[in-house]
């Protein structure tokens, strides 16, 4: 094969890579407006990826408009659903919240399987690659606009923390009841995270189903929800860096570690379990309790 060719594969690889990395950072960033910064558990995020990218297919190729109209489209979309699972959160908390979402997810995926107005189980196809002023964008135009719009969340992110809704949403994850007691509006902050997180995860769904040009109810299952708790767990919920690390991390392990493909949720649940023990804030997580087993037993012994 031809030095050339070799190396036009290699960029084209690279290149796929570094897309699908920054999707995983918009999902992880999104989930930790939800779980993160709000403090609501959330097992089916994946299903607004879903709704975001089925949104987003949908209106290229059925309705006729462009990406850049069914981009922000997607966003709403997924926001709206998002709302209405908002409205969950005011009823149940914690374990029966966790569980309310993913019984969503179950539902939302078989909702795009069975039915045929969305392809069923044959999926949808033919999505077309964005274009600007009669330009085709290519991989490397592609990877360009998801780093655009990663840095775009990430500086959203900066700057939520930075409000006084970032300020309410912290207070509302420390001690709902306090947060209550002080005048802050839990029940409408919690609706926001949701419609923020999940409008973002829709975001990120448009861009996946641009990227691969075809989608099935099966990409948006519940082992993805899993993929991307874990990421943001394990970089540090709460942080935009820890949710950035996590995406990074546990984005690249399958192609490090490409003969584990097959455990590869078996070793995402080790990790997550690890990390409970040792670093229960995560890599990157601001309030880490730093246990050290091998440290606290020689404590121990000479005590």
């Known amino acids: ?49 879903g709704i975001g990218a089925y949104t987003s297919a949908l209106l290229t190729t059925r309705a006729g408009l462009n990406f850049w109209l069914a981009l922000p489209l997607s966003f709403l979309t997924a926001a709206l659903v998002g709302w209405v699972v908002g409205l969950a959160s005011l009823r ?54 998801v780093a655009v719009v990663t840095i775009t969340v990430v500086l959203f992110s900066r700057f939520l923390e930075k409000t006084w809704m970032g300020l309410a949403f912290r207070a509302l994850r420390d ?36 990227h691969i040009t075809f989608i099935s109810a099966g990409d948006f299952g519940f082992p993805l929800s899993i993929t991307v708790l874990a990421m943001a767990v394990f970089g540090g919920l709460g942080t935009v860096e820890g949710a950035l690390a996590g995406a990074l991390i546990l984005g690249l392990a399958p192609e490090v570690f490409r003969f584990l493909a097959d455990y590869r949720m078996l070793v995402y649940g080790g990790l997550l379990v690890v990390m409970m023990l040792f670093k229960p804030s995560g890599l990157l997580g601001r309030t880490e309790l730093k246990i050290n087993l091998f440290r606290r037993l020689p404590a121990r012994r000479r005590g």
């Open 175 to 210: 001690d709902e009841e306090a947060a209550l007691a002080n005048g802050i509006k839990v029940q409408a902050f919690k609706l926001w995270a949701f419609v923020l997180g999940t409008g973002l995860a829709g975001l990120a769904g448009s861009l996946y189903a641009h």
């Open 92 to 145: 149940v908390k914690e374990d029966f919240l966790a569980i309310t979402t993913m019984g969503i997810n179950f539902v939302v995926v078989s909702f795009f399987l069975y039915s045929p107005y969305f392809g069923g189980a044959l999926g949808l196809g033919n999505i077309p690659a964005p274009a600007l002023f009669g330009f085709n964008f290519d991989k490397t135009a592609y990877f360009g606009l």
């Open 1 to 49: 094969m031809p030095e050339r060719v070799v190396a036009e594969v290699s960029l084209y690889y690279y290149l796929v890579v570094g897309i699908t990395l920054g999707l995983y950072s918009l999902l992880s960033l999104s989930l930790n407006i939800i779980t993160g910064y709000a403090g609501q558990p959330t097992l089916g995020h994946a299903a607004f990826f």
